[in-house]
């Protein structure tokens, strides 16, 4: 079993930057890539980073340029830094850890206020 849950999501104004983190746990060793989506109300949840185990990193065009995604092996976390958001940027965002299956978090309530 894997466990998935986000944190550091919260109220920040236009312009701002927020830090997600996405603590993995349980049968880590079958996890390869990692991957942070965000879904607002009304719309289909979006891809916004993925980070594979060797480090590689892709970013959806909307993010590219405000957004990192980065991975520390030895505390088992993602972390998406998000710089320059916007009101637009007000989403539930989820992690998703991923090998033969994919496992999700709950997810994080981020709010940009204008």
């Known amino acids: 079993q894997v466990q998935v849950v986000e944190s550091g999501g919260g109220l920040v104004q236009a312009g701002g930057s927020l830090r997600l983190s996405c603590v993995v746990s349980g049968s880590i060793f079958a996890i390869n890539d990692m991957f942070w989506y965000r879904q607002a109300p009304g719309n289909m949840r979006a891809l916004i980073a993925t980070i594979t185990r060797g480090g590689g990193t892709t970013y959806g065009d909307f993010v590219k340029g405000r957004v990192t995604i980065s991975r520390d092996h030895a505390k088992k976390t993602v972390y998406l830094q998000m710089n320059s958001l916007k009101p637009e940027d007000t989403a539930v965002y989820y992690c998703?850890?991923?090998?033969?299956?994919?496992?999700w978090g709950q997810g994080t309530q981020v709010t940009v206020s204008s």
């Open positions: 998703a850890a991923c090998g033969d299956t994919c496992h």
